[in-house]
């Protein structure tokens, strides 16, 4: 496709819900990255993906996150037992390597956590 | 790992006004990009930028990679101009974002 998308735009949950976060990056990016961004913050590093394999998953905040990459192209980022302090934007990224060369942004999912 | 500070905070200008955003990166890098996060949170490339100058239209970036600094011109800013600077830099680790610079533009 032309960018990264992201899919739902929003996600509106109820407290100890599971929900799962899709980026479809652009064609031919072999590396995939996923961020965290709060209210007035920065993006923060959750895990990066090399073709199918998380190469880096150190930014994962605890293990009720997990992401996958099973065709090294979609991937999908899941919250088991949501907590009102998952609530942010999650924003995915790719680029055609990881070594270098620019990351292009999706437009994000905002998750709210009732 | 790298640490990315973004200066200043925050900066109200009048339109037509020039400014200056500054990043300054704890280690060298091999990727430098700026980003302008609009009203809806779409983070826009603006730059990569590792190291050198590059200009687009309004906008101009230079990173000097030795100094270990990298800023952001805009000349002649609209009000369209308005919202989040974000720089990021990283070596071999995934990017790594400053607090960003939210400006504000004011007809």
């Known amino acids: 496709g032309a960018g990264v998308s992201q899919t739902p735009s929003n996600k509106v949950t109820e407290k100890g819900k599971y929900v799962e976060l899709r980026c479809d990056p652009i064609?031919?990016?072999?590396?995939l990255y996923w961020y965290r961004q709060s209210l007035g913050q920065g993006p923060e590093f959750l895990i990066y993906?090399?073709?199918?394999?998380?190469?880096?998953d150190s930014g994962l905040p605890n293990d009720r996150f997990f992401a996958v990459r099973p065709e090294g192209s979609v991937s999908t980022l899941k919250i088991q037992r949501t907590e009102r302090g998952d609530s942010a934007v999650y924003l995915c990224?790719?680029?055609?390597?990881?070594?270098?060369?620019?990351?292009?942004f999706g437009p994000g999912t905002r998750l709210t956590v009732l | 790992g790298i640490q990315v500070e973004q200066s200043p905070p925050d900066l109200i200008l009048q339109e037509g006004a020039n400014s200056t955003l500054r990043c300054n990166f704890s280690?060298?890098?091999?990727?430098l990009q700026w980003f302008h996060q609009n009203p809806w949170g779409q983070l826009i490339n603006l730059f990569y930028?590792?190291?050198g100058t590059k200009q687009n239209g309004r906008l101009s970036a230079t990173t000097v990679a030795t100094e270990r600094y990298s800023l952001l011109y805009i000349s002649s800013s609209q009000t369209t101009d308005s919202g989040v600077y974000f720089c990021?830099?990283?070596?071999?680790?995934?990017?790594?974002f400053g607090k960003g610079t939210r400006l504000s533009v004011i007809a």
């Open positions: 990224a790719s680029s055609l390597s990881p070594s270098g060369g620019a990351k292009f």
């Open positions: 064609s031919g990016h072999t590396a």
């Open positions: 993906f090399q073709g199918t394999g998380a190469a880096d």
């Open positions: 280690d060298s890098v091999n990727n």
């Open positions: 930028i590792p190291s």
């Open positions: 990021a830099a990283s070596g071999n680790t995934p990017l790594v």
